[in-house]
């Protein structure tokens, strides 16, 4: 009697299995079905230029999302801005106790036609490599034919990030389809500006603040780790610029009549920002780092993340890194001070013997955690100081050429602060279960993406705590020519939001 039992019990347990695997199969097959299908989607927003440089092609980026969000259950509303608007999506769900907030961008960065290996940045262009490794075009109908996961579909925004906006629609699609229903409330805040730094957002927020009022935040935006594994991020670094110009001669001047004798501003601003780094890449302004450490816990949580030290510097193309921290993750917890570009005269088939009348570099500065960035930005200027400059806001006086042998204009802007949240919030670990149910395991956790996203006037201003999904492939050249997103992501993007769409809060 007692072995029936057992063997009832197992047979029990067996048949569990055997429903819960083919549920999960059956789950899969519609995700996968409603994910080929929005490839239709997918292609007809990134025909749509995007660049927020000009307003009237964000109009129809805007009635796009409008059209596409009403389609779905949506109410939507335009929060206007003294530019353009963000646009606010609404979909509520019976008995929610929660409601959960989330970002998508659909604008993208400008792009130079003349570098893409394609008719247009905005025509969606399906690609394959063939046996030399060499990226070539194919029909995109082959997408709906059966797809190849490692194919990739090239235009502006596909991975960055209108390529996760069109997949999140699609578990949209899959979820009514399979007759499942969210037990929160969903609002959606696309942002059409965050090329541009999102100048507009903080006040925004604060102006909207009650029609944007949840529980948690999540962000549809992003590279997974380079693993291309799974990932949740739960922090992104801020980010604020600096604007140094030094000053020589009036205008440029023959180096062979003046040379000796005429101070050079790109000789002196080359000498002013190396003076800011040792050899090792670390920052030597004191005090930058103060207020920055890392616990032995937190540098044994940053060891999990499950880099190729290796394989990350021949992507790079690097003998060594710098030594900022003690691994690639540990880099990412301070902040940087980057020199993003450099202008004084020409070069190349240019090139003239002149000594030039001023020299120009932008400094990028990203923020984490502890990041005072009216802090970092007023060292930087004390230690530009400290080198005998007399510092102006622009264009120095005739007096002030006269007076001050070294001269240099000094602009700033903050953009937005970082964001931080713990791995066991609970939004941290709703989006755990989602992703585990989802692909089998745990996901990658990142403490702090290397990247900065207009997150952190969402979690000041409203208080809620933010983790993003990133779901693209690491190599997809965002910002740059020939952006990119490979197939299998963008399908299993479309999964990830499925599974987080209906795991229960």
């Given amino acids: 009697m007692h072995q029936l039992k057992s063997l009832l019990t197992f047979l029990f347990l067996l048949s569990v299995i055997f429903v819960h695997a083919q549920k999960n199969k059956n789950q899969d097959a519609l995700i996968e079905k409603h994910a080929i299908a929005s490839f239709k989607d997918l292609q007809s927003l990134l025909s749509i230029p995007n660049d927020a440089h000009y307003p009237a092609d964000i109009e129809k980026n805007i009635s796009w999302c409008e059209n596409a969000f009403a389609k779905r259950g949506f109410t939507t509303t335009r929060l206007e801005t003294p530019t353009v608007p963000l646009l606010l999506a609404e979909r509520k769900a019976k008995k929610a106790s929660k409601t959960v907030l989330i970002y998508l961008q659909i604008d993208g960065q400008p792009v130079d036609s003349s570098k893409w290996f394609q008719e247009s940045p905005w025509t969606p262009t399906l690609k394959e490599k063939d046996a030399q490794g060499n990226w070539k075009i194919i029909n995109y109908e082959r997408l709906y034919e059966g797809y190849n996961p490692d194919w990739r579909v090239f235009a502006r925004s596909t991975s960055d990030a209108k390529g996760p906006a069109v997949a999140f629609l699609g578990a949209l699609d899959a979820m009514i389809a399979a007759k499942a229903e969210p037990n929160y409330n969903i609002k959606v805040i696309m942002d059409f500006e965050e090329e541009l730094g999102s100048p507009r957002l903080p006040a925004a927020v604060t102006k909207y603040k009650s029609e944007l009022a949840s529980d948690m935040f999540i962000i549809f935006d992003g590279p997974r780790h380079v693993s291309n594994e799974p990932t949740l991020s739960f922090g992104a670094r801020g980010i604020c610029d600096i604007t140094i110009t030094t000053f020589g001669p009036r205008q440029p001047v023959h180096s062979g009549n003046y040379g000796n004798y005429t101070p050079n501003p790109a000789m002196r601003l080359s000498q002013l920002l190396a003076s800011m780094k040792d050899e090792d890449g670390r920052v030597t302004i004191p005090g930058y780092y103060d207020g920055t450490t ?212």
Avoid at 425 to 444: C, D, Q, Y
């Fill in 294 to 505: 890392l616990t032995e816990s937190e540098k044994e949580t940053l060891k999990q993340v499950p880099d190729d030290e290796k394989e990350i510097n021949k992507f790079l193309g690097i003998a060594a890194p710098d030594k900022i921290g003690g691994n690639f993750q540990e880099s990412l917890q301070y902040p940087t001070l980057n020199i993003r570009g450099l202008d004084a005269l020409y070069v190349g088939d240019k090139a003239r013997t002149l000594i030039p009348a001023q020299a120009t570099a932008e400094i990028d500065i990203r923020l984490v955690p502890t990041s005072d960035p009216d802090r970092l930005i007023s060292l930087v200027r004390k230690h530009i100081e400290s080198k005998g400059y007399h510092v102006t806001e622009g264009e120095p006086t005739e007096e002030e050429r006269m007076k001050y042998p070294r001269l240099v204009s000094f602009q700033s802007s903050v953009s937005y602060l970082a964001f931080q949240t713990p791995f066991d919030s609970e939004v941290g670990n709703w989006l755990s279960r989602a992703m585990t149910k989802a692909f089998g395991k745990e996901p990658i956790k990142i403490r702090t993406a290397g990247g900065s996203i207009p997150i952190s006037p969402f979690v000041i201003t409203l208080g809620i705590p933010a983790v993003a999904v990133p779901t693209v492939n690491a190599d997809n050249n965002q910002h740059a020519p020939n952006e990119n997103i490979r197939v299998g992501n963008y399908v299993e993007a479309v999964k990830s939001f499925y599974y987080i769409l209906t795991e229960k809060l």
